[in-house]
């Protein structure tokens, strides 16, 4: 593997492998420290970040290596029309590694084209999120022991959610994953998740916009945010966004061992009171978020300890 542009670009073996690195780097920071000196990583963000790319910068650093790049468009020669692909083929020639958002759709693809360095979709518009999978599963392996036998629910704006898309494709592959999609009408999953992943393996699903009536069933709760910058009109976002708010009374029917999960940014949709409730997961995702893109750019540059 060169690139990662989407999660199915990993075998489920080369994701184990990744969250073995991730949690021996968790346990043994040290001898890691120096394995990227002279490495160089460059995070061009086309689209606003904080987790992806500060924790991509801080995995470098922590790697012994050092970060290169820009956080938004307009601070690039973008702003002044040129191209993603010539951006990205002169970067190539400074940078080892590449860790890439845009806004469009297949854009990091394409750059991976005019580059021999290794590239990594950041996030591409409402299609694929990568590395924030690879931080939910290693969150829910650190959390549960496992990734199989569970009922996961998603919750919100399952439309536009590119991380839902990526962690649904992911959790596929392992045995006896259900899932309970709750979102309003207008932001179902689409079509082709269900069709190309939940109806081609037969896995279960329900679809309900009643938030409170399969909450005991579920062993992870994945919250998310309703995706202003992916609407059309500001009055469907205004009506949609408050559909879901997770609160503590919401919670006291939910399992024991449940796992609250959300990729972050949140807005309003999990109240600062549920924070405290050790099912909370979400800042422990933020956390492990760096230590698998250390393991990941590891893999990319194909170093070992
Ligand atoms: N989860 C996530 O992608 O967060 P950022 O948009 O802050 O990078």
New binding site residues.
């Given amino acids: 593997m060169k690139h990662l542009m989407d999660i199915t670009d990993l075998t489920t073996m080369q994701i184990d492998e990744l969250i073995m690195t991730a949690n021996d780097i968790i346990v043994n920071p040290m001898k890691y420290q120096d394995i990227c000196i002279r490495k160089k990583l460059a995070t061009l963000f086309f689209e606003?970040?904080?987790?992806?790319?500060l924790s991509f910068e801080a995995a470098m650093i922590e790697l012994g290596g050092s970060v290169l790049g820009f956080s938004t468009s307009d601070s690039s020669s973008s702003a002044k029309g040129e191209s993603v692909t010539d951006t990205v083929q002169t970067v190539g020639y400074y940078a080892d590694i590449i860790a890439m958002r845009h806004p469009k759709e297949g854009a990091p693809l394409a750059a991976s084209k005019r580059t021999t360095v290794p590239i990594i979709n950041a996030?591409d518009g409402g299609h694929s999120?990568p590395t924030?999978t690879l931080a939910d599963l290693l969150t829910i392996q650190r959390e549960k022991g496992r990734l199989s036998n569970m009922t996961v629910g998603f919750c919100g704006d399952l439309k536009f959610g590119r991380?839902v898309h990526s962690l649904i494709n992911a959790l596929s592959r392992y045995e006896g994953i259900e899932y309970v999609f709750i979102s309003p009408k207008e932001l179902v999953i689409p079509d082709y998740v269900k069709a190309n992943i939940l109806d081609r393996n037969n896995i279960r699903y329900i679809e309900t916009a009643n938030m409170d009536e399969y909450m005991p069933k579920l062993d992870i709760l994945y919250m998310t945010r309703v995706q202003r910058e992916r609407f059309f009109n500001e009055a469907d976002y205004v009506r949609l966004k408050d559909s879901y708010i997770l609160t503590p009374d919401r919670l006291i029917c939910a399992k024991k061992d449940l796992s609250i999960m959300h990729?972050?940014?949140r807005v309003n949709e999990i109240s600062v009171k549920v924070d405290d409730d050790p099912r909370a997961c979400y800042f422990k995702q933020v956390n492990n978020g760096k230590y698998i893109r250390m393991a990941l750019i590891l893999m990319l540059l194909d170093i070992s300890v």
């Fill in positions: 606003p970040s904080t987790r992806t790319r996030g999120h924030q991380t990729p972050l940014p």
